[in-house]
Structures are given as structure tokens and as C-alpha cells.
């Protein structure tokens, strides 16, 4: 079992940056890839970025590429997005999961965080 909580989220202007933690509880998180996904309003969520267990993969989705780093630190249980260049479109919830593999899919996840707001003002 795995709990999750994110943290970090806010009100930014376009341009601006925020970095996105998610605390994890239990003794198995460093068995777990990790993934951020978004849902923007009236939108489906969509996958963001993830990492593997140890931090050696990662990738992220072609819309946020070359501005969100993913990153994790597992002596601490925490995995981190930091998200640069931020724009309007970028307005979401933010969340973080994990998964037994490194992969882009929703249903591969089976923990989630609860969300944290993210909005940037143009």
C-alpha cells in the first residue's frame, strides 16, 4: 500500500515556474515507478511525466517537454516535478501515481494522490 500527497501548487503568471512534491508513505515506494498526470477543466486527465524506481528513466509527455523536470529522491519518499515556462494551458490539477512500471497509461497506476491546483494566469 502506498499513500500519496501532493503539494505545491498555486496561482503563477505565465512564464513563471512552480515545483510540484508528492510525499509517499509506506515501505514499498522505492518499488514503484512514479507518474504526474493532469486534468484540465471541462478535459480528460492526461499523463504529464514519469520516472522509474530508481530514477534512471524518465520521460514526459511532448507538451511539456524541454519545460517540466521529473525527479525523485527516495531516501526521502518523495518524487518532485519542477515546471518551468509555465503557460494558460498548463491550468490543471495536478497528480501523482504509481505504478509498478514506467508507463504514459492511466490504468497502469494504482495509487493517486488527491490533486493539487495549479493555475496560471495569462
Known amino acids: 500500500q502506498v499513500q500519496l500527497l501532493e503539494s505545491g501548487g498555486g496561482l503563477v503568471q505565465a512564464g513563471g515556474s512552480l515545483r510540484l512534491s508528492c510525499a509517499a508513505s509506506?515501505?514499498?515506494?522505492?518499488?514503484?515507478?512514479m507518474g504526474w498526470f493532469r486534468q484540465a477543466p471541462g478535459k480528460e486527465r492526461e499523463f504529464v511525466a514519469a520516472i522509474t524506481w530508481n530514477g534512471i528513466r524518465k520521460y514526459n509527455a511532448v507538451s511539456v517537454k524541454g519545460r517540466f523536470t521529473i525527479s525523485r529522491d527516495s531516501s526521502r519518499n518523495t518524487v518532485c516535478i519542477q515546471m518551468n515556462s509555465l503557460e494558460p494551458e498548463d491550468t490543471a490539477i495536478y497528480y501523482c501515481?504509481?505504478?509498478?512500471?514506467?508507463?504514459?497509461?492511466?490504468?497502469?497506476?494504482?495509487?493517486w494522490g488527491q490533486g493539487t491546483q495549479v493555475t496560471v494566469s495569462s
Open positions: 509506506g515501505r514499498t515506494f522505492n518499488n514503484y515507478a
Open positions: 501515481a504509481a505504478s509498478l512500471s514506467l508507463s504514459d497509461r492511466q490504468g497502469n497506476y494504482a495509487y
